[in-house]
């Protein structure tokens, strides 16, 4: 299952779901840290590239941090790294895995960060989660001038052919439609809108760069994985298990040892604020 655009905010139930799909990362904060995929080195060359300058000792926040597993990257890389995370169960899952790395309460929407402060801004799985009308105005805000704008999603490779059949069979399990699956499986969506999705106002001007990677996993690991996106967790662990347990049972059968190779692919965006 690829993650994960968010339902659209333009409509009072709209608005309702997206919340609660927001909100349900919280009480997943353990279950998200322990088992989603990471990001390779080769993906902070590319947003080094695309921004021309290095993440070493660059100020950085990183927005929508959930329980760090990007920003601890970011550090990592040397960049004076500052988490903003609105919510309190992944801030403290945060703080626990974490603890010498600032963070935070806030959102994209609101930053609670100064003028021109920010050399790069990034947001990790979370620009979706944000309304553009707001957070592209508080990142150009927040940026410094030549500062960079870094979006990114790991979105699952779907040319591999277990991959494309699980993700159709929880497209089933969730209902979705033609649209929705398209929706769901990218955020960029088809390469001519990805800009479009990012910033509908057309103030930005981002450059796009695909990284593949893959990690080796239990199969435990993929399934607690895909049960951490938010179609699965506003179900709840009742409604979804019989789908888990089949799901067990698919993976078991193509994959005896018990370890499947997740394939993903990077979808990057970076614009540079002038």
């Known amino acids: 299952m690829t993650p994960s655009s968010s339902p659209s905010p333009s ?7 997206h919340a609660e799909r927001a909100h349900s990362f919280n009480a997943a904060a353990t279950q998200y840290a322990a088992n989603r995929p990471s990001y390779p080195p080769a993906l902070f060359d590319a947003v ?3 921004a021309g300058r290095s ?9 929508g941090a959930g329980t760090g597993i990007s920003t601890g990257l970011l550090h990592g890389r040397g960049a004076d790294v500052l988490a903003v995370e609105p919510g309190p169960g992944m801030a403290a ?22 003028d021109a402060s920010m050399d790069f801004l990034t947001y990790v799985q979370s620009w979706h989660w944000t309304e553009p009308s707001r957070s592209v105005p508080e990142a150009l805000r927040v940026l410094r001038p030549g500062g960079a704008l870094a979006l990114w ?7 591999v052919p277990w991959i494309e059949a699980a993700a159709r069979r929880a497209e089933r399990f969730l209902g979705l ?3 929705d699956r398209k929706a769901e499986r990218s955020p960029s969506s088809v390469q001519p809108a990805r800009a479009l999705v990012a910033d509908p106002t057309g103030t930005l001007s981002f450059a796009h760069r695909q990284v593949r990677w893959s990690r080796r996993v239990p199969v435990g690991t993929r399934l607690a994985n895909v049960g951490s996106h938010s179609q699965f967790l506003v179900l709840g662990e009742e409604a979804t298990r019989a789908f888990f347990a089949e799901e067990r049972d698919h993976l078991l059968q193509a994959f005896p040892e018990g370890f499947v190779e997740e394939a993903y692919v990077v979808e990057l965006l970076v614009a540079i604020r002038s």
Do not use: C, K
């Open 48 to 50: 080094e590239d695309l």
């Open 11 to 17: 409509t009072p139930a709209g608005a309702s779901q």
């Open 55 to 63: 993440l070493s000792g660059a100020s950085a926040a990183d927005v």
């Open 153 to 159: 999603w790991n979105t699952e490779a779907l040319d």
């Open 93 to 114: 899952e945060f703080r626990r895995v974490h603890p010498g790395i600032p963070i935070v309460r806030g959102s994209g929407d609101a930053l609670p960060l100064a």
């Open 177 to 179: 439609d033609e649209r």
